[in-house]
């Protein structure tokens, strides 16, 4: 946004360069007082109509503009940047060349490395600690390994290769001049101080919508939140803190996607973590005193109500444990071991606990202090921060671009669209949106072919100079269209597949055996995760959404019943059997190469318990 509005400001000999930040202030100022009207209003309560359509489109286009600018920069590497001497030795054509092809084994190096550190939870090396510390801190400790590569030639080549950030020191001669930008605002003629209020009405509609979905992702119903949520709060704060950057010279920023809800899950794996040793430890020690269940799960009770925070908003203890409670009981008045001691044939501690611990969130204020402390810090950092070649921030930039698509229905629908026909099948032998055996394929290609025109559209006006500040203004266009235009077009039972307003999934249908054998075969494969495995299983790396294991519905007329269309298959997702009422047909589509193979051997199963993959 900044670009766009120095874009308009250098030229004019009113404005130009030298009142620049002081107009930017008044635009601060603007968006501020915009916030603070939309949090008197009460503007939050209406953020719920912002429905699955408008959020990931959005979530798509700023991985558009990551991925933008991450190849732009690359580009660029291979050019002679502006206001440089083209007479030094760097700016050769060789030597150009030659930082070009660095700038591309330093960022590449880096986006592959990072995804890769991405996944360390599901490796099979290193220890379950190791591996969940480089799954959390991998990326930037991998800007911190790149770094040091780019340094290895730096005896053999010219000073500026690689190319390296470059930003003034906060007490370089001159640099203070910025944060007293607040003396300049009253030479701003009249006439732009005027005019700040349209960028700032962009800013403003741009972070309420931001601010809005993240406040919403981040305090999700199953996350289980003790502490009510504050969302006309939390507007009000973002315009003080929008109007003290303003002043001070610096552009406000609110980035929160994804980066709040991700948060909730970090916190929500320290709480299971914490709440699993706590209850593995009491249900141990209970088995040692030979105590019976009515005993055992008496003092795990106390224990899980130990580990609450007292509030006076806090409900009752979540349904977990009155779920295994139950379970563990009728099994064992099946067996007749029900008042005898407990041992494992009755109760399994590490896997029953696993399985039904409630997902609870750590609610603290202190995690996200000592962020905000860790922000004002790298001020402090500038002269470590330039030394990170500009290709590392490419690579990352690329790294962001990839990381929010995961989990983001929009962007697997348009995989779906380039699935050859023959091919669709693999879709469903995995976990898979309930829409795609729900709805037919003319319906979701049409619907995805919109969103995808959309998209473009808010793309290409992001590239007109002036106009490109009223992107914003197309994502709340959104609103009318769902709710007035798309009803039009498509059936209400099919809209609501396409945009549901939880992340559903539906059991993965397995091909390669027969429904007898996968009858005879269907239970669970015993497995040991960490916390943050089972955090990751159940919420979507792009939005931080939970998981919701559906039974697709059925929302087309059919001939034939979805008992008859498909019998059940088992879901480790789901306590009920799931249905695809689409599976003839794509079937249909696959033809005799379904037919039943022999059973695989045991080396073909997964962890996540199915028979097949």
């Not at 929008?242 to 991700?262: A, E, R």
């Not at 299971?272 to 593995?280: F, I």
Request: glycine share 6%; net charge neutral.
């Amino acid at each position: 946004m900044y670009t766009f509005m120095f874009d308009f400001a250098k030229d004019r000999k009113d404005l130009g360069p030298q009142l620049f930040l002081a107009w930017t202030g008044w635009v601060c100022v603007w968006t501020a007082l915009l916030l603070f009207l939309l949090a008197v209003l009460g503007a939050c309560s209406i953020i719920n109509r912002f429905t699955r359509v408008a959020g990931e489109l959005f979530g798509l286009l700023i991985a558009m503009l990551f991925m933008q600018q991450a190849i732009r920069g690359l580009v660029e590497e291979f050019g002679i940047p502006q206001r440089e001497n083209v007479k030094e030795a760097e700016f050769l054509p060789s030597w150009r060349f030659g930082n070009g092809m660095f700038a591309l084994v330093l960022s590449f190096g880096l986006l592959l490395t990072a995804l890769s550190s991405r996944k360390a939870r599901s490796w099979r090396y290193g220890a379950g600690w190791l591996r969940g510390f480089i799954a959390d801190y991998g990326v930037p400790f991998m800007v911190l390994v790149w770094t040091a590569v780019s340094y290895i030639p730096v005896n053999d080549v010219p000073h500026g290769i690689p190319r390296r950030l470059f930003s003034p020191n906060p007490w370089s001669a001159g640099a203070y001049s910025n944060w007293t930008v607040i003396k300049d605002m009253l030479k701003v003629p009249p006439l732009y101080i005027i005019g700040a209020f349209i960028p700032a009405t962009m800013i403003a509609v741009l972070y309420y919508f931001d601010h809005s979905v993240a406040s919403q992702l981040a305090q999700q119903q199953e996350f289980n939140l003790k502490k009510p949520s504050s969302y006309h709060y939390d507007l009000l704060l973002l315009g003080f803190l929008v109007i003290l950057c303003g002043l001070i010279g610096i552009p406000p920023s609110n980035g929160v996607i994804p980066q709040s809800p991700m948060h909730t899950k970090s916190l929500a794996t320290l709480k299971h973590q914490l709440l699993r040793n706590k209850l593995v430890s009491t249900a141990r020690d209970s088995i040692q005193k030979n105590e019976n269940l009515s005993q055992l799960y008496r003092s795990m009770q106390d224990a899980y109500t130990e580990m609450q925070t007292p509030l006076v908003h806090q409900t009752s203890s979540a349904p977990g444990l009155k779920e295994l409670k139950d379970s563990t009981i009728q099994r064992a008045s099946s067996s007749g071991y029900i008042d005898a001691p407990v041992d494992a044939a009755v109760f399994d501690v590490d896997k029953d606990i696993d399985e039904l611990l409630p997902v609870e969130v750590k609610e603290q204020r202190l995690s996200n202090l000592l962020q905000a402390l860790m922000v004002g810090t790298c001020v402090a950092a500038m002269p470590l921060l330039k030394k990170i070649p500009t290709s590392v921030l490419w690579g990352y930039f690329a790294f962001m671009a990839i990381e929010s698509l995961p989990g983001n229905q929009f962007w697997e629908r348009i995989l779906l669209l380039f699935t050859a026909p023959s091919r669709r099948y693999m879709v469903l032998e995995d976990y898979h949106a309930t829409f795609v055996e729900t709805v037919p394929f003319k319906t979701i290609a049409f619907f995805t072919l919109f969103q995808t025109f959309y998209l473009l559209l808010c793309f290409g006006l992001t590239w007109i100079p002036i106009a490109g500040v009223l992107f914003p203004l197309l994502i709340m266009l959104l609103v009318p269209v769902r709710q007035y235009l798309l009803p039009n077009f498509f059936k209400g039972a099919h809209l609501q597949d396409l945009d549901a307003a939880e992340y559903e999934e539906a059991p993965a249908i397995t091909y390669n055996l027969t429904f007898e054998e996968q009858g005879n075969n269907n239970q669970p494969q015993p497995t040991n995760l960490d916390s943050g495995e089972v955090l990751d299983e159940i919420i979507t790396r792009s939005r931080g959404e939970i998981r919701h294991g559906r039974s697709p519905k059925v929302t087309s007329s059919s001939t034939q019943s979805p008992r008859e269309e498909m019998k059940s298959v088992y879901s480790p997702r789901i306590s009920r059997a799931g249905h695809s009422p689409r599976l003839n047909e794509i079937r249909m589509e696959v033809g005799p190469r379904l037919s039943p193979s022999p059973r695989p051997s045991i080396l073909g199963q997964t962890s996540r318990g199915s028979s097949s993959s």
